[in-house]
């Protein structure tokens, strides 16, 4: 297993504190990502819930859509935590993610430990226009 950089191991730990925020009365399973661009800014966001459950929205396109809206398109990294044994980023928001950063790195927890993928492993052929 490829041991994680200073940097990435940095990040993973603002995932893992920002997650306490999180708003998921519904599900109970709270989840914090940070997603770093290349000029060493971080955005970190939460998964919001709704009572409307389909209007949920996940941590990681949360983090995206405050680094997008705030001009920083050039991203480099997105960790993610939750408090479960694994937790890799769901299908839908590995789609959003490559449309912005396909290069970019995720950082994960898979069996209780943070990992490195390349964001194309975790979504070959991904949808392009
Ligand atoms: N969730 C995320 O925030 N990111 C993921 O990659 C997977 C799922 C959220 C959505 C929902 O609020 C809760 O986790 C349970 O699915």
Redesign the pocket.
Known sequence: MVELSKDDADLYERARAVAAR?Y?P??G???G?ALRAADGTIFSA????NASYGL???????ALFAAVSAGSRHLEAIA?H?DAES????G??RQVLSELAPEMRVIWRRAGVPVVSALADLLPERFVL
């Open positions: 999180a998921a519904y599900s399973f709270a989840v990502a939460v998964n919001v819930e949920t929205s996940c941590a990681e396109r949360n993610i939750a937790v890799p980023p769901c839908a928001c």
